[in-house]
């Protein structure tokens, strides 16, 4: 079992940035490749983008290249998310996930789940 606990969520202005943490404990943390997934209201879940085991390859989906960045510290078993010029669109609840398929990009690729972060972009 992994435990996942995202941080880091609040209320931020157009254009602002937030960096959410996800802390994992249990089983080896560099064992698992790492997705950023969110879910706004009303609307299905998706990814975000997903870092590999040793960070050597990162995805990100192209609502949030150049503006999102995904990193890892094996060390802290801690992945983040920087998030820097966000728009309105980018309100959701964001939620980390750890799965062991590279490159898998589907949220049913992914056997663990944090309970999720709220991030509200306002105008």
């Known amino acids: 079992q992994v435990q996942l606990v995202e941080s880091g969520g609040g209320l931020v202005q157009a254009g602002g940035s937030l960096r959410l943490s996800c802390a994992a404990s249990?089983?080896?943390?560099?064992?698992?490749?790492m997705g950023w997934f969110r879910q706004a209201r009303g609307k299905e879940r998706e990814i975000v983008g997903q870092?590999?085991?040793?960070?050597?390859?990162?995805y990100y989906a192209d609502s949030v290249k150049g503006r999102f960045t995904i990193s890892r510290d094996n060390a802290k078993n801690t992945v983040y998310l920087q998030m820097s010029s966000l728009k309105l669109e980018d309100t959701a609840v964001y939620y980390c996930?750890?799965?062991?398929?590279?490159?898998?990009?589907?949220?049913?690729?992914?056997?663990?789940w944090g309970q999720g972060t709220q991030v509200t972009v306002s105008s």
């Open positions: 996930a750890a799965g062991s398929i590279d490159g898998a990009l589907r949220d049913d690729a992914y056997n663990y």
């Open positions: 249990g089983r080896t943390f560099s064992n698992y490749v």
């Open positions: 870092i590999s085991r040793s960070a050597s390859r990162i």
